[in-house]
């Protein structure tokens, strides 16, 4: 996987974008391989976190292009449809996924980073969601992520003028969880991954479901979704652990069952 490096440290995978010479543009490889790795993920007991990075100065910028302008819409779509196959995997993985922001993210390179569960960025990051520069329009699930973080006018204009958006005002927007100094973006990452895989993951992966469906459903839906999951969850030795770490007056040691 030449475009993309995989390192687990403990219970956390480290996914490493690995095209620096072009910002970590996407390239088919990539995206197939990342999709194939997240899935993965799913199966494995031992992973209980994925943190995702760029390598080299930027976290990504997305879509190529120094491909574009001589490629087929049937190639257009086709290429597409695999970003989306990476979006849905990330989404529909239940373990957490961070996103370790530096230098630009850019285009479907910011979309990935918000289908992310949490983003850690540089304080000197900046996101630029370059489509209308060149006369195209949000992929990789922008159209669907954006508003929902910040609004339909603010996702609108960003969008349509393409300009530069500091870390820190996505940050205040609450796009972005954590602004750190660009030397401390995978540390920080790191340590709040291991927060979460140190967590009871049952839940996590449960919370995360129930969040992700909570836009298209009505709030009967959730109160179900929620009512039929914690009677599962009740049934974990993770929630037994928790409690009697409660009782004992101590730090839970939560096993992901």
Sequence with gaps: MADLLVKQKDAILEITLNRPQSLNAFSVEMIEDLTGVVREAQMRQDVRALVVSGAGR??????????????????????????????LAMQALNKPIIAAVHGFAAGAGFNLAMACDLIVAAEDSQIVLSFAQVGLISDGGGSYFLPRLVGLHIAKEWLFLADP???????????????????????????????LADGPSLAFGMMKKILNSSFPSSLADVLEAERTAQAMMVTTADHLEGVRAFQEKRHPKFQGK
């Design 58 to 87: 930027s976290f990504s910028t997305g879509g190529d292009v120094k491909t574009m302008g001589n490629v087929s819409p049937v190639h257009v779509y086709e290429h597409v449809g695999k970003l989306n196959a990476c979006i």
């Design 165 to 195: 958006i500091p870390a820190q005002r996505a940050f205040e927007l609450g796009i972005v969880n954590r602004i750190v100094p660009a030397s401390e973006v995978q540390t920080e990452a790191m340590k709040l991954a291991q927060r």
